[in-house]
């Protein structure tokens, strides 16, 4: 009986913790709607881990010195547009070593920035990171359109990216909505 009761108290507990976050939610979309300077801000990304390996083609080729310094400097900038400029030149698979390449990506998707997050989801698409459809998933509930936007633009044409697709017929965003009907569009004329 006794554990009975300490089930329920551990239950009870849960339930007053919940109620508590949810609260606190409540209060903030409340403070934020009262104060147009203050803004809910949802980073669906935080808890994603980045694995970017290197693929058969990548051993054959040399990490370039210059090149990954320049790109390990821009990822480190104050300056948000150096940070996407360096997710940019990521996207396009340079010749660098993957642990940095996994390093700064990891890094990207946690920025205070939304189009960093957003340049983030699209190079690590590109570089075909591992889970990056899970990514992908998890950015599509991003509180930022930006975000949001980068992730549509990365799905692909398989099944799991047109159930996606489908899904974000339904955001509240009408820039979403349109780039996914016109996404969902092109892949039904192939």
């Not at 006794?2 to 209060?27: C, E, P, Y």
């Amino acid at each position: 009986m006794l554990q009975f009761q300490n089930a329920k108290i551990g239950v009870l507990i849960l339930l007053m913790i919940f109620s508590w976050a949810v609260m606190r939610i409540h209060t903030a979309r409340a403070d934020s709607i009262g104060n147009s300077d203050t803004k809910l801000v949802f980073n669906s990304l935080e808890s994603f881990q980045v694995s970017c390996f290197a693929d058969d083609s990548d051993d054959q080729r040399q990490p370039d010195l210059a090149f990954t310094e320049k790109i390990v400097s821009l990822a480190a900038s104050s300056n948000p547009e150096q940070r996407i400029s360096a997710l940019s030149q990521l996207a396009e698979k340079g010749p660098i070593d993957a642990g940095v390449v996994q390093k700064i990506l990891q890094k990207a998707i946690l920025d205070k920035d939304s189009n960093v997050r957003g340049q983030a989801v699209y190079a690590i698409a590109q570089q075909m990171c591992a889970d990056f459809p899970i990514l992908l998933e998890q950015a599509l509930n991003d509180s930022e359109l930006s975000v949001r936007l980068m992730a549509i633009d990365s799905l692909g044409i398989d099944e799991k990216s047109v159930n996606l697709l489908e899904q974000a017929l339904n955001d509240d965003e009408q820039a979403v909505r349109e780039l996914a009907a016109m996404k969902l569009e092109s892949y039904k004329s192939h």
